[in-house]
């Protein structure tokens, strides 16, 4: 039996209300993400990649249409139900780390296992292994406040992961980040690929989207391509003016 998408939209549509005049952000998407696929969403500024990510993993609730994950369909989850699944399934990556200030790096990451049901040995051996493969070993006795930006979305990273999610959602993990903490974090995300984690995530970084299988790009709340990443060209010191070349 073949096995369904981790994750699926159907014409979903997000509009929201400015002073009672609607704004839509999403437009009649549909998206379907198969098992061990990293899929990379882009798109300019204001065309809807971070609203379609925070609906697919229930953080904003649709106007219309559906989401399934793992053949259920989920949009209809009260918000009780949908802070089960997310604990149970899916991994966040916000930009700005989101990290609980009074609780030590370890603690930050272990604890989304132990919610998980994982026991406290499975949970320290996944937070140890996590923080040693992003060079932060050392730093798991600290508080996020002691360390830098690069190091709290590193730590970040390490919690979204550390229950073996279903899938991983970042939104932008790598926009605040220098260019040491970004290979950093790419390279982790490189690893758990390639052991299969399927991984949807927002960037406007043709180096972070070269290393997905797919790009998806947004315009006005709608998908305008969406195609297999054939290579990246990237112009002399190229950051912001590279270009990410689709097949099909």
Not at 7 to 13: E, K, M, P, R, T
């Amino acid at each position: 039996m073949t096995e369904p998408p981790v994750i699926q939209a159907i014409n979903l549509v997000k509009i929201y209300q400015t002073g009672g005049v609607p704004v839509p952000a999403i437009r009649g998407v549909d998206l379907t993400v198969n098992p061990g696929e990293f899929v990379a969403i882009m798109g300019p500024s204001g065309s809807g990649k971070s609203t379609l990510i925070h609906l697919l993993g229930g953080l904003d609730t649709r106007t219309s249409g559906e989401i399934w994950l793992d053949g259920q369909r989920v949009d209809t989850l009260s918000e009780s139900a949908w802070a089960l699944l997310r604990r149970q399934k899916i991994g966040f990556v916000f930009q700005f780390f989101n990290l609980v200030a009074n609780m030590t790096v370890a603690d930050n990451v272990e604890l989304p296992a132990l919610l998980g049901g994982a026991s406290p040995k499975v949970a320290r051996e996944r937070r140890e292994y996590l923080l040693a493969e992003l060079g932060l070993a050392d730093r798991a006795g600290v508080s996020p406040a002691q360390l830098s930006g690069g190091e709290q979305q590193r730590v970040a990273l390490a919690r979204a992961l550390a229950n073996h999610p279903r899938l991983l959602l970042a939104d932008e993990p790598t926009g605040n980040l220098d260019s040491r903490n970004t290979r950093d974090v790419l390279r982790l995300l490189s690893e758990v690929h390639r052991k299969g984690q399927t991984i949807v995530l927002v960037t406007h970084d043709a180096r972070v989207a070269g290393m997905a299988d797919r790009v998806v790009y947004l315009l006005d709340g709608q998908i305008v391509d969406d195609g297999p990443v054939a290579g990246v060209r990237r112009r002399i010191g190229g950051t912001a003016g590279d270009v990410v070349e689709l097949r099909g």
